[in-house]
């Protein structure tokens, strides 16, 4: 392993407070807004009125009631995150079409099969737009041969046929998934203004976008108050391990932007932006750099994304919405002969293993193409499994895993980096596509994103 690697000890870890409780003071996880309310999925039982198979004397009620009495559990699992509506018993086809008219206006959609010989209850069910979720237990019949067909000619949906009503929660992540980016709204700073992205990811997953100005941001921190700022850098200071190039004014201004960007994002009622720091910064359009305040509301379960890249802010709305994760994004640095890839950035979030958690270690530097302003470099956990992936475009996803084995400390490149162990570096590097970000998640999503790019329309692809 490269001298250059950066370790730190237990005590220095625990010196690291969360900066989390500031944003959701201020505006953060407030349950009124829109992306924070429970998903509403509606779920239907499908029974024929005189049953064969699985049995000719089944107690359809008895298995309704069973599967209902799970279906609870799971909801009381996500309580707050997911609502289960309906449970209507359809057996007719004029049952299942007044089913699917209420289905309509759902995040999601739960068929639950309870005999054989449901293809005419099922096909009102196609046309519904929500995402579609078939659970069949085993001998309940082929329903699943229909729902695979939708599924194969573009219906946004899934299967499962399983004797474990618990191998539906992480379907009950997804419906949330689904709610969150469909209720969320990203402010976009830039001059360029990105329409055709924006507008694709909006068609596929509902997601509002608004371009608002560096003057409007200018103005709010102006408007900020400048002595508070001064007492959140302190603090600041205080519970980093140390501060490097920063003078205590670079770290007050890298506060009051992050008050600025709070009080644009409750303005707006949205919750994630991305701006184009870098052009920003070098024309003075920016008063500072957003670092600081991209850590911070990461931390806090918003979302704070640099270089206007919409691509890796969707990313983190997908895989933080369901893995309760920041993300991490990245310039990808590849080292084929060590079969490793560094992941690079000059922003990064603290609290990698889930929001709220306690804040890993952290120094404070100055951006590093330019020294100037105020980054954060981030002593990562180690030995632990790693999720990479973006939004290539709106319909696709590339996906790769690794192991970090170690925080590097090393003049060249971004101020946070970690050392990753790939399957295949040369794979990925020889098909790389799609931008240069990635964004890194702690824990293996990789199953979880196939099963979302079938219940939210897009292709998983593996790079490595």
């Given at each position: 392993m490269s001298s250059d690697n950066l370790s730190i000890s237990r005590r220095e870890f625990g010196l690291s407070i969360g900066g989390w409780a500031l944003c959701n003071r201020l505006f953060g996880a407030d349950p009124s807004m829109p992306w924070m309310e429970p998903a509403t999925v509606k779920k239907v039982f499908l029974a024929v009125p005189k049953p064969t198979w699985p049995r000719p004397d089944l107690d359809v009620a008895a298995e309704k009631a069973q599967l209902e009495a799970a279906l609870a559990e799971l909801e009381r699992k996500?309580?707050?995150s997911l609502r289960?509506?309906?449970?209507?018993?359809?057996?007719?086809?004029?049952?299942?079409?007044?089913a699917a008219r209420s289905a309509a206006e759902a995040d999601g959609l739960l068929i639950v099969d309870l005999t054989?010989?449901?293809?005419?209850?099922?096909?009102?069910?196609r046309d519904v737009p929500a995402p579609t979720l078939l659970f069949a237990r085993p001998y309940s019949g082929w329903s699943y041969e229909e729902v695979?067909?939708?599924?194969?000619?573009?219906?946004?949906?899934d299967l499962v046929s399983t004797s474990e009503p618990g191998d539906l929660d992480p379907y009950m992540r997804i419906f949330r998934t689904i709610h969150h980016l469909k209720k969320s709204k990203v402010l976009v700073v830039s001059t360029g203004r990105g329409r055709a992205t924006t507008d694709a990811f909006s068609k596929q997953f509902g997601t509002a976008?608004?371009?608002?100005?560096?003057?409007?941001?200018?103005?709010?921190?102006?408007?900020?108050?400048?002595a508070e700022a001064q007492k959140a850098a302190e603090q600041y200071s205080r519970a980093a391990l140390k501060v490097v190039e920063p003078s205590p004014k670079d770290i007050a201004d890298s506060m009051r932007f992050y008050r600025a960007v709070l009080k644009m994002l409750d303005r707006e009622k949205a919750n994630a932006i991305t701006i184009d720091c870098l052009g920003g910064f070098r024309r003075g359009d920016l008063p500072a750099y957003p670092c600081v305040a991209w850590s911070k509301l990461n931390d806090a379960g918003l979302y704070g994304v640099c270089e206007a890249d919409v691509f890796s802010t969707m990313t983190q709305l997908l895989l933080t919405s369901f893995s309760g994760k920041p993300g991490f994004v990245s310039d990808p640095i590849f080292d084929t002969g060590r079969n490793e890839i560094i992941h690079a950035h000059c922003v990064a979030a603290t609290a990698m293993n889930g929001i709220g958690a306690p804040s890993?270690?952290?120094?404070?530097?100055?951006?590093?193409?330019?020294n100037k302003g105020v980054s954060v470099q981030v002593i990562m956990p180690i030995q632990e499994t790693i999720t990479v992936g973006k939004f290539v475009d709106a319909s696709t996803f590339a996906v790769s895993t690794g192991e970090v084995i170690g925080n590097v400390d090393n003049p060249r490149g971004c101020r946070t980096k970690i050392r990753t162990?790939?399957?295949?570096?040369?794979?990925?590097?020889t098909n790389y596509k799609g931008g240069l970000h990635r964004v890194v998640f702690y824990g293996d999503y990789t199953r979880p994103l196939e099963q979302m790019g079938r219940m939210m329309g897009f292709k998983v692809v593996r790079e490595c």
């Open positions: 996500y309580t707050g289960l509506t309906g449970g209507e018993l359809v057996r007719t086809p004029e049952q299942a079409q007044a054989s010989g449901t293809s005419s209850l099922l096909r009102p069910f695979t067909l939708w599924i194969q000619n573009g219906k946004k949906g976008f608004d371009f608002p100005s560096y003057q409007d941001l200018k103005a709010l921190f102006d408007s900020s108050d400048a890993a270690p952290y120094i404070i530097r100055s951006h590093m193409e330019d162990r790939v399957a295949d570096a040369r794979k990925m590097l």
